[in-house]
């Protein structure tokens, strides 16, 4: 019998509804489906457990997977998820602005056309001179929302040593 034990952090409420789990903390609520037939969870007493009975190693890092997502999870909801990136460019100044629910990249390295990045659900942006700050309280989109900007800005048909214009992560953390 393998199992982990997540212990629940003081101010957030972690309950079972069928398949999903349902966080909440004071920045807002996370739900996610986490269900394999061969694992077993329980919310008792304040603590998540999470049990196999099985030897396979892929159920036993599943297992691990679900610990570390009830984690991130819990992180979410009482301090949020902030990455912040950096604004680059050498000769065409790149004008970035929120426009709805996507960011608007204009006149990198001098296009005419500007170029646009999704924001997910939930995510906040702000742009101040040559930093975008990118706030949320799920890691998931905060990330994915922080790749879309920095694909947005790849450098195409020209050699990426020289044109290193973009917008990149410099950190990521709350």
């Known amino acids: 019998m393998h199992h ?3 212990t629940i952090p003081a101010g957030v409420t972690i309950t079972r509804d069928g398949d999903n789990f349902v966080v909440k903390g004071s920045k807002g609520e996370l739900v996610r489906r986490m269900y394999h037939p061969m694992i077993a969870f329980t919310v008792e007493n304040g603590e998540v457990t999470i049990a196999t009975e099985s030897t396979r190693r892929s159920v036993l890092a ?3 997977t679900y610990k570390a997502l009830l984690h991130v999870m819990s992180k979410g ?3 949020g998820y902030e990455y912040h990136m950096k604004i680059v460019f050498n000769h065409f ?3 970035a602005k929120v426009a709805g629910n996507r ?3 204009a006149n990198f390295l001098g296009e005419k056309q500007a170029r646009y990045a999704l924001i997910s659900d939930g995510v906040k942006v702000k742009i101040q001179g040559d930093e975008v700050i ?3 309280i799920s890691r998931e989109d905060v990330g994915n929302t922080a790749a879309n900007i920095e ?3 790849k450098v ?3 050699d990426p040593r020289v044109f290193q214009d973009g917008i990149y992560i410099t950190s990521r953390g709350n």
């Open 62 to 64: 599943l297992v691990g």
């Open 93 to 95: 100044p790149i004008q």
């Open 77 to 79: 909801v009482t301090e």
């Open 4 to 6: 982990e034990t997540f």
């Open 156 to 158: 195409r048909n020209r």
């Open 103 to 105: 960011v608007e990249i």
């Open 134 to 136: 990118l706030t949320g």
């Open 151 to 153: 694909q947005a800005c």
